[in-house]
């Protein structure tokens, strides 16, 4: 029986290229009719993605943009930063609909992309509304009717979930500190120095401290929901993980917000997203979600201090899944008219 809808992956070869392939492979309503790519051209998409062996013929095909995208319901970008931008206006002509995975249309000021990203961006114009932030936790509605997504960064995802229900009821105001933990595929499948096995496996360390991409981002999303005079300290550390994020969030509460109703709140808040979700034992650890497009958030409150209540939030994703393809995917799902789980009913193995 032939499937609804018609996909374009382009930029294949990367790690969240081969998440996108394998979902798509898998999706019951949506056939991936073409893999675009400047690297491997002609080969099969196994040469590079190994658990794809046996699951397709198709090849890595160099087309631009607008020939990858021709026909096409939706065309999911796996580009670098920077070179999505340059490519959109022709994507976006061929009338397709788009999930750009690229940090480059998630911000709505380009001066502070221009800081972050270190390039004037190439077409300002569509950064003011054209793109919805494809975060479903906050943007489900949007999403449903939108033509094209920027879908949210890794650690961006991973904090605002821990953050979001503070935001959304107020009470996320001043300074919050971060410290998030990632894994090695989040650095892409060139290997380098930061990547290198002998050096990662055994080894904690600290890259873009109070400097990272994402900080702008996360910012702006959390004040769009609702919290004020918000500013961010976040520290990243690579880990020894191929996969997976763990993000401490630090913030402060009035001290008339009790313990209990600040577990309450995230309970509440989360009770009906499918793909988030408080454990009811425990706090998150990455092994729970490593492998699913779930992610896990907690929270542990502290004492009262100068009228204000510590709360430390904690919150996990895979880095490639729900912090990048996963969230793509179910941002297309909801885009196209379907059930927003729909690949994700793996709930992951353990440990």
Same mark, same amino acid.
């Given at each position: 029986m032939a499937k609804r809808f018609k996909a374009a992956v382009i930029?294949?070869?990367?790690?969240? %290229?081969?998440?996108?392939?394998?979902?798509?492979? @898998?999706?019951? =309503?949506?056939?991936?009719?073409? @893999?675009?790519?400047? =690297?491997?051209?002609? #080969?099969?998409?196994?040469?590079?993605?190994? /658990?794809? #062996?046996?699951?397709?013929?198709?090849? &890595?095909?160099?087309?631009?943009? #607008?020939?990858?995208?021709q026909g096409m319901d939706v065309v999911l970008l796996g580009l670098p930063h920077k070179v999505s931008a340059t490519k959109m206006p022709a994507l976006m002509a061929t009338g397709a609909r788009v999930v750009d995975l690229s940090g480059d249309f998630r911000l709505r000021d380009a001066a502070v992309y221009k800081r972050y990203y270190g390039a004037e961006h190439p077409c300002p114009e569509k950064l003011d509304g054209t793109f919805v932030y494809g975060l479903p936790e906050l943007h489900r509605e949007a999403i449903r009717t939108a033509k094209y997504v920027a879908s949210p960064g890794c650690f961006a995802t991973t904090i605002e979930l821990a953050l979001l229900p503070l935001a959304k009821k107020g009470l996320l105001r001043g300074p919050v500190e971060v410290v998030g933990i990632t894994g090695s595929s989040g650095s892409g499948i060139a290997p380098s120095a930061g990547t290198h096995h002998p050096v990662r496996a055994v080894n904690l360390r600290t890259y873009k401290p109070l400097d990272h991409q994402h900080i702008p981002e996360i910012v702006q999303t959390l004040t769009e929901a609702g919290a004020q005079d918000l500013s961010l300290r976040f520290v990243p550390v690579s880990a020894p993980l191929s996969r997976g994020i763990f993000a401490t969030c630090f913030a402060?509460? =009035?001290?008339?917000?009790?313990?209990?109703?600040?577990?309450?709140?995230?309970?509440?808040?989360?009770?009906?997203?499918?793909?988030?979700?408080?454990?009811?034992?425990?706090?998150?650890?990455? @092994?729970?979600?490593?492998?699913? /497009?779930?992610? #896990?958030?907690?929270?542990?409150?502290? =004492?009262?201090? %100068?009228?204000?209540?510590?709360?430390?939030? &904690?919150?996990?994703?895979?880095?490639?899944?729900? %912090?990048?393809?996963g969230q793509a995917i179910q941002s297309m799902n909801l885009m196209l008219g379907l059930d927003e789980k729909t690949t994700f009913e793996d709930p992951g193995g353990y440990p």
């Open positions: 930029g294949g070869s990367g790690y969240g %290229g081969g998440e996108l392939i394998r979902r798509l492979l @898998v999706h019951p =309503d949506v056939e991936l009719v073409r @893999v675009a790519s400047v =690297d491997f051209i002609g #080969e099969p998409l196994s040469t590079v993605h190994p /658990n794809l #062996e046996g699951q397709t013929d198709q090849v &890595f095909q160099g087309l631009s943009p #607008e020939e990858a995208a402060h509460v =009035d001290a008339g917000t009790s313990a209990e109703a600040l577990h309450a709140l995230y309970t509440e808040f989360y009770a009906k997203e499918p793909l988030v979700r408080v454990p009811k034992k425990g706090l998150p650890e990455v @092994v729970a979600v490593s492998g699913t /497009n779930h992610a #896990e958030v907690g929270l542990q409150c502290g =004492d009262v201090t %100068g009228g204000l209540r510590a709360v430390a939030c &904690f919150s996990v994703t895979d880095n490639l899944i729900k %912090g990048g393809a």
